[in-house]
């Protein structure tokens, strides 16, 4: 019997999963996946106050379809034994999907680093949850103006006061001018106070020290900058980007036995862009990997990766939210609308469970063009 084996139980796993099973249909054929977590975490909405609600049960999704989970963290991946080595025991393979995912990059030698807390984990959106538990005027710090910035900002504002740092010049410098004044205008109606060109240097019991020497008040100083691909990666390709990602072809391989999915693929938009860290290019990165190193396998035509239009949904909680197209970011809907169409995204990216024939069916479904996303012709733009 051949094997499919696929590192990472994210988005991109779970969808590589569920890929193969497609292209499998009746053939002989093992696919087992492999993650530490029992659970399949939805990292887009950590950011929400009840941080559990975002994570689905694996078993729920991999036993309708037959696919093995077993739980181990994967340290070794041998592209010339085929066999990756997870908590001391290898796993032989005969065509390996990596989507083992991104992590947040930790600051190196900032003093008091371990008061720090993220939303990149379950684990550490609970921390961040349970420590602010029941407090209703706490000061927050959170470092990092980006998506998940933001989005944390805007939701611990809800209950606290908000500073907002950032090196940069600008909030949202990698969302570009698109959606800036929505967004600043979305911090000023919360009350959310920026300094910007500047960064923490020190986090101490209930306070942080910028850059510029300022102390400030910070029952949490919340960390949210920057993310690279797991280091699986680098035993895969020697040629990553700046992300740490393995470059891969049309059809995600990225060495002949070996497809990649998720944040760990530079995989092409189009002439001009590479794939999102996001659950957006997570999902059919995922199925079309998946279902290609089972095709691969079975003498199946492989699928190419062929994504649907860019957009962006960012929550900035009290406030709404914002909706985009396109890689300028236009903004198409923002404040309420925004926020509801951020609201129905959070709901459809969860994955069928315990339907097989609804789980496979999704798989199948490459390109989804959601019926709530609002056409340019029907929303002027902000």
Same mark, same amino acid.
């Given at each position: 019997?051949?094997? @499919?084996?696929?590192? /990472?139980? &994210? ?14 249909? =009746?053939? =002989?054929? $093992? ?5 530490? !977590? ?37 340290? %070794?991946? +041998? ?7 997870? =908590?001391?025991?290898?796993? /032989? ?11 947040? #990059?930790?600051? +190196? ?32 710090? #959170? @470092? ?27 909030? &949202? =410098?990698?969302? /570009? ?55 699986? %990666? ?7 980007? /700046? ?48 279902? !290609? ?21 960012? +929550? ?29 995204? !959070? ?17 199948? $479904? ?17």
């Amino acid at each position: 019997m051949a094997d @499919v084996v696929i590192v /990472g139980g &994210g988005f991109a796993g779970v969808w590589s999963a569920a890929g193969a099973a497609l292209a499998r249909g =009746d053939a =002989d054929l $093992r696919i087992t996946l492999v993650a530490p !977590n029992e659970h399949m975490v939805l990292r887009p909405r950590l950011y929400e106050p009840e941080p559990d609600l975002a994570a689905v049960e694996l078993s729920r999704i991999l036993g309708p379809i037959a696919v093995e989970h077993v739980r181990a963290t994967v340290s %070794t991946i +041998d592209t010339d034994r085929r066999v990756v080595v997870a =908590d001391g025991a290898e796993i /032989g393979y005969d065509r390996l999907v990596l989507a083992a995912g991104s992590e947040l #990059v930790r600051p +190196d030698g900032l003093p008091g680093a371990e008061r720090l807390f993220d939303i990149d984990t379950l684990d550490g959106a609970r921390r961040l949850t349970a420590h602010l538990r029941g407090r209703e005027d706490y000061s927050a710090v #959170v @470092v990092g103006a980006g998506f998940v910035g933001l989005e944390a900002a805007t939701a611990l504002a809800a209950r606290g006061r908000v500073l907002l740092v950032d090196r940069s010049d600008v909030v &949202g =410098d990698q969302l /570009g001018p698109g959606p800036r004044e929505a967004i600043e205008a979305a911090l000023d109606e919360l009350g959310i106070e920026r300094r910007l060109g500047t960064t923490v240097t020190e986090v101490g019991d209930g306070y942080a020290v910028l850059s510029d020497g300022t102390g400030v008040a910070a029952d949490a100083v919340v960390w949210s900058v920057g993310m690279r691909a797991s280091r699986l %990666t680098e035993q895969i390709s020697e040629e990553l980007d /700046g992300l740490g990602r393995v470059p891969v072809d049309r059809h995600l391989r990225g060495l002949p036995e070996v497809f990649v999915a998720g944040d760990t693929a530079a995989a092409a938009v189009d002439a001009l862009h590479t794939v999102m860290q996001a659950c957006q290019h997570a999902t059919p990165l995922g199925k079309v990997a998946g279902y !290609n190193a089972a095709a691969d396998l079975l003498g199946v035509p492989l699928r190419e990766f062929t994504p649907g239009p860019y957009v962006t949904c960012l +929550d900035l909680g009290g406030a709404g939210g914002i909706f985009t197209r396109g890689w300028d970011r236009r903004v198409m809907a923002s404040g309420a609308d925004g926020g509801e169409i951020k609201r129905q995204i !959070n709901l459809a990216i969860h994955p069928p469970v315990d339907d097989a024939e609804a789980i496979l069916a999704a798989a199948d $479904r490459v390109r989804i063009e959601l019926p709530f996303f609002p056409r340019d012709e029907e929303v002027p733009a902000a």
